[in-house]
């Protein structure tokens, strides 16, 4: 850690958070200790008891800022104002710029992504003040996409939205964690080409179109034409 941490700011609860960010991200909530976190932010370890109430008063408290910070930088879209296929393409924008996003020192995605496999009591808050809300807008607008439902079976309604809104969450996050597979399977200049986060969007969303309605993956493509938006120089899958 740097010694310049405890002098960033005056403010103990800052402090610890910066402190334990790295740490819990390192070692996993269960090997790390208060008492190296308080020697990190130079305050007593007293401190933690106080301003957080335990450990994993601490650990909830990283976990939301991390949280609160992405969805500062890309909040989830309000559906139903655009077409369905837009709001689709928005909401897979959205999906992959926060699990794609970079933070400087690396810490913070080692730290979600250790929650999503070693899931501790935080796991249930971190779902459904992060995840749910992006996936019941998932939902929402692949119900809008699908041809009317079966007033004789609940079964489009109950498994088919939901198995396609976490068909787009899974393909999502294979570019967070599969990268590592994709360097051996695929060229750097063909990554480098088709894989940065606008690449991946209109690939997800006309899959996803296409599974929804009766055209195939590439009239979907065709249809899908690029945002106008700036790709963000620190969201790619090149990590």
């Known amino acids: 850690m740097p010694d310049s941490l405890a002098s960033a700011t005056t403010d103990p609860t800052q402090r610890l958070l910066s402190a334990a960010g790295p740490v819990f991200a390192e070692r996993g909530f269960d090997r790390a200790t208060v008492r190296e976190i308080a020697n990190i932010a130079d305050v007593n370890v007293a401190a933690v008891s106080y301003y957080f109430g335990d450990k994993m008063g601490l650990y909830r408290a990283v976990i939301t800022a991390i949280r609160e910070k992405r969805e500062r930088a890309y909040p989830t879209p309000e559906v139903g104002k655009k077409t369905p296929q837009q709001d689709l393409e928005l909401l897979i924008r ?3 710029s926060r699990m794609l996003a970079a933070d400087e020192s690396g ?3 080692m730290l979600m992504m250790r929650e999503m496999q070693h899931p501790t009591p935080a796991f249930e808050d971190m779902i459904r003040g992060y995840f749910k809300p992006l996936y019941d807008a998932l939902c929402k607008t692949i119900e809008s996409l699908l041809p009317p439902a079966d007033a004789k079976s609940n079964w489009q309604t109950d498994a088919l939205v939901p198995q396609l809104a976490l068909g787009v969450v899974g393909q999502c996050l294979h ?8 360097a051996h399977l695929i060229s750097p200049e063909l990554i480098e080409t088709h894989y940065g986060l606008e690449s991946l969007c209109r690939q997800i969303t006309a899959s996803t179109l296409a599974a ?3 055209q195939n993956v590439i009239d979907q493509h065709k249809l899908l034409k690029p ?5 963000p120089q620190d ?4 990590q």
Do not use: K
Not at 175 to 182: F, L, Q, S, T, W
Not at 227 to 231: G, I, K
Not at 235 to 238: G, M, P, R
């Open 107 to 109: 810490w913070e995605a």
């Open 227 to 231: 945002s106008p938006l700036n790709e």
């Open 212 to 214: 929804c309605g009766d």
């Open 175 to 182: 570019y967070r964690i599969g990268h590592p597979v994709m």
């Open 94 to 96: 959205t999906l992959l």
């Open 235 to 238: 969201v790619s899958c090149q």
